[in-house]
């Protein structure tokens, strides 16, 4: 039997925990728990759709909407220029990506929230909830994607051959969201005001970034820098000009999206492994 | 590297800031200016304290301690839930932690979907689910019911759906927090029943509870903590008779003496003034002075330390002003060798004398059995039994 004697009052500093951050390890962590992803992903689906009438037709509902009221509205407004395509196709090429963006932050970045109850009960690496959240809205996405062929028999507009561009620009799209969610996942967990916030913030990005109008709305000279501070600009444009031009994306602009998208992809993932420490004592 | 199921705690510390409501923007100003005032801030309190153990594969140890002395705290370290702020933890192998077991289950989902979503958070891949999916089904008795949206579910049902999984994943390490508290009397037993087979299959278990008897049931080793200190660390029967002795200790501190009734004097004994012995007479002497005439009646208990009488006697006592003498013998004590306690109290319609600890005893006489490991013995009553054996017929 040992008994305890007289103790300091703090630990010596050598003895300091340090989180160390090891990427590698914490990649293959995530791999082995892909399918727990996959299972969270499923509930979030099955939960989200349950009870309500229309189902998964939810997924399409939304850009659809969007994509009416831009093409009855906004084309009046503003005079935009498709280039001689039909201005419903224009605009949905452009909602397709930015409503993947758009579900995935505000599901994903509140999904460490919602989950707190299991957080702080049982271990598992936390990434698995925001990955599942940007799985959802890739689900959400395809399914949308999906009426994107309704248009172009209905417009018998026809995509270009360029469209073999789409998996590199599909590439910065996903790593420039997974770093904001990420990012805003875990930040979200100690500044609750940000859970506020989050919808506003989307809504002006709808407009802050070219869905209902082109990249040609903003000065070329500044464009570089609207690459840089919004990845989703050159993305979005690149759809356009590969999928429906018959194009190659802009490529410095691109670059510089990819920039972003990596910085981002990087840093998010390195913030939400230190901050994740802390989770469960501010919870 | 060790092998799977080694459990080390090595010198863990953790801190909590008593303030919870620096979320709001208005308390960060208020730390920030105190800050730049050069002001203290609020003191971090320690929930743990230098807190070190090594397990090897396959002991049981046994927490146990007041409310916030950090064993829930330390079992959160150990599942990774929390990080210590010094110090380091490590368990090999798969750990399986069940601390309130209904939290990984979603309402809107059904009984078998949850069971796949649960054990896949438990690290049970789909196909292991599967293979034990009818063994769960059974030992939760939710054979009609799985379904059903888990939100339709009384919460004894949740309870042993989530136990359920949790107790047929097989873990290397099974650290169980509290988690018998719910449930009716003969699932827990089963709950118990598992836990043993478990620990048979060689899975190291680290046990928390308040309940006494299951500890010394289920574990070979106890952990006494106070105040975020490992306060003894050895054999569970040991560290139970000193942990049972503070707080036996700790209660005396609160009988308090302001009423109308005041103990003067408790004394207990054997036969002709010897220690009391197993099977023969104990006589419990108490000089009891009330501040006027009163009647109300009087309750003896014996104890192990804490406030649950193993027996209770009790008798309506009048008393006058002044001091009165109550005589309380019993002829054949059923108690082993031991350390035992004396509550008393007096409950009556103006009488009234909160029950509390009044003195404690040494027992002499034989041993008490030792119960196999995972059953419970809830008091310890001495029997003398008289065995026979041979063929049913010579019987």
Known sequence: MTSSVSLPTEPPRDLRFRRRLRIGTSLVELWRARELVRSMAEREMRARYKQTVLGFAWAVVIPVVYMVVFTVFFRRV??????????ALFTYVGLLPWTFFSSSLSLGGTSLLTNLSILNKVYCPREIFPFASVSVAAIDTTVATGVLGVLFAVTTFMPKATIVWVPVLLAVQVAFTLGVVLLFSSII???????HLLPIALQLGLFATPVAYGLEAIPSRWQWLYALLNPLGPVIDGYRRTVLFGQAPDMLLLGLSALTA?????????????LETGIADVA | MSPDGTVAAKQVWKRFRPDRRRVRLSDQLAILTSRIRGEARLPWTWALRDVSFALSPGESLGLMGANGCGKSTLLKILTRVMYPYAGGVDAVGRVGALIEVTAGLHTELSGRENIFLYGSLLGLSRREVTRRFDDIIA???????VDRQVKHYSSGMKMRLGFGVAAFLEPDVLLVDEVLAVGDASFQQRCLARMREVLAQGTTLVYVSHDLPTIEATCARGVWMERGVIRLDGPVRDVLSEYRRSVEAGAELQLRDDGDLRVVKVGVSGEGDRLPHTKEPLTASIVIEAARDMQGRLFLGVTEGPGTPVLLVSRDVHFDEGKTSVQCRIEELPLPRGRFYLWMGVFGKRADLPWGPAAEFDVVGPDLETAPRGIVRLAPVYAEAKWEQGRPESL
């Not at chain 1, 990596?262 to 939400?272: I, R």
């Not at chain 2, 030992?139 to 019911?145: D, S, V």
């Open chain 2, 139 to 145: 030992f939760a008795e939710l054979e009609q019911a």
């Open chain 1, 78 to 87: 503003a005079n935009v220029n498709t280039r001689g395509v039909p201005y």
């Open chain 1, 262 to 274: 990596t910085v981002l992809l990087v840093a998010g993932y390195a913030a939400f492994k230190r």
């Open chain 1, 189 to 195: 967990v100690y500044v609750r005001d940000l859970r």
